[in-house]
């Protein structure tokens, strides 16, 4: 007899993503910005201070307190996690018991999925309109049809950048007062529809957010859970107790002590997004009855936006094509997503693809 890997893990293989040293990064929906120079002031000089022979604050206060003030909201309601990806693993596997139903939609972010299999709960799937809508009355209908405890989704949403507005999600959290309700705003920096100035009015909402996009943090692993006080004590007696290092926490603090710094930096991802929905959907016209017809999702509320090619096996080729002029997007089954860069990042890739589509071959 040996030892043999259980059911959940034994065909599992590390999560995949291009890293490719020199190469433009437009896969990954991180801020092409680095930290400004006095937040990194800032984050060296509390730094040094950091008792590194001591474990972390468990609760990670001072970075709450710097996140609760720079949302305006109650720091009492706020718990850190190691990203929102670790605050995602411990709500699926401590609020749910084994063999409930979630109710997640498709397409949304792949980790609800993943965390919902290893918490080994019932995926209830509510498949999104051809073009990538919720429709909340169809949801809510489905999630009391199946009997759902659970709702998790991302808005606005990686990977479609659509989103439901704050009146339709107040109508689902009210449809569906028994039901844990996860949102996920991440991306909500770059649309103006929270729900974080009203968790006070709902029990069964918790709202999720990052330091990883907008803010510029991807690499110190910060995320955070807002919820009422009930929900908000249970997170912290179920996550591990120092799961948020010393060195993340002095960065998170200083970080969201710049709100001017960090408005300007949002705003000018907003302008770089701009700038390439402005010129893809001049491409979008001018190619139409070329091979390399493609779709833009109109109106992105994300600092990524999500081209179709009509014909399916393009989108694939593109992103090859793309990835060895060391451009690197992300390639879906059925679209390819690209994150927003600098302006001259932003210039290569459109040119690199309208050389591919003339036939050219890009420099
Ligand atoms: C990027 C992303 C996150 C953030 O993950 P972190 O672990 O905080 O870096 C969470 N949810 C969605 C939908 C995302 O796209």
């Avoid at 007696?237 to 926490?249: D, E, F, L």
Wanted: net charge positive; proline share 4%.
């Amino acid at each position: 007899m040996s030892y043999e890997l259980n059911e959940k893990v034994k065909d599992l293989v590390p999560y995949a993503v291009d890293q490719k040293r020199g190469a433009i990064y437009m896969n990954a929906n991180e801020s092409f910005l680095p930290v400004h120079p006095s937040i990194k002031k800032e984050i060296i000089s509390l730094t040094r201070k950091v008792s590194f022979n001591r474990y972390p604050d468990t609760l990670a206060l001072k970075c709450c307190q710097a996140f609760a003030a720079f949302y305006g909201i109650d720091p009492a309601l706020v718990t850190a996690g190691a990203g929102s990806d670790e605050l995602i693993s411990i709500l699926l596997g401590c609020f749910f018991s084994k063999g409930e139903k979630l109710l997640v939609t498709e397409p949304d972010f792949s980790m609800y999925a993943f965390y919902a299999d290893m918490a080994e709960l019932e995926k209830v799937c509510y498949q999104k309109t051809e073009d990538y809508r919720i429709e909340p009355e169809v949801l809510v209908e489905l999630a009391r049809k199946e009997g759902c405890r659970g709702l998790i989704f991302s808005n606005p949403c990686n990977p479609t950048s659509r989103g439901l507005r704050k009146g339709q999600i107040r109508m689902l959290l009210k449809a569906l007062p028994d039901m844990l309700v996860i949102l996920d705003e991440a991306y909500m920096d770059f649309w103006n529809q929270s729900l974080l100035g009203e968790i006070g009015e709902y029990d069964n909402l918790i709202i999720l957010r990052t330091a990883s996009k907008a803010m510029g943090g991807a690499g110190i692993r910060l995320g955070f859970a807002v919820g009422q006080q009930k929900l908000t004590k249970a997170l912290q007696a179920a996550k591990s107790p120092y799961n948020v290092s010393s060195i993340t926490q002095a960065a998170g603090t200083a970080i969201f002590k710049h709100p001017d710094i960090l408005k300007d930096a949002t705003m000018e991802i907003l302008a770089g997004r701009g700038f390439l929905t402005g010129a893809l959907t001049r491409m979008e016209a001018e190619w139409k009855d070329s091979p390399y017809a493609f779709h833009m999702i109109p109106e992105p509320k994300t600092n990524f936006v999500i081209i179709r090619f009509l014909a399916q096996k393009k989108n694939a080729q593109v992103y090859g094509y793309l990835k060895k002029k060391k451009i690197l997007v992300r390639l879906f089954p059925d679209f390819l997503r690209v994150t927003v860069g600098s302006a001259e990042e932003n210039q290569r890739f459109l040119s690199v693809l309208a050389a591919l589509q003339e036939g050219a071959d890009a420099k």
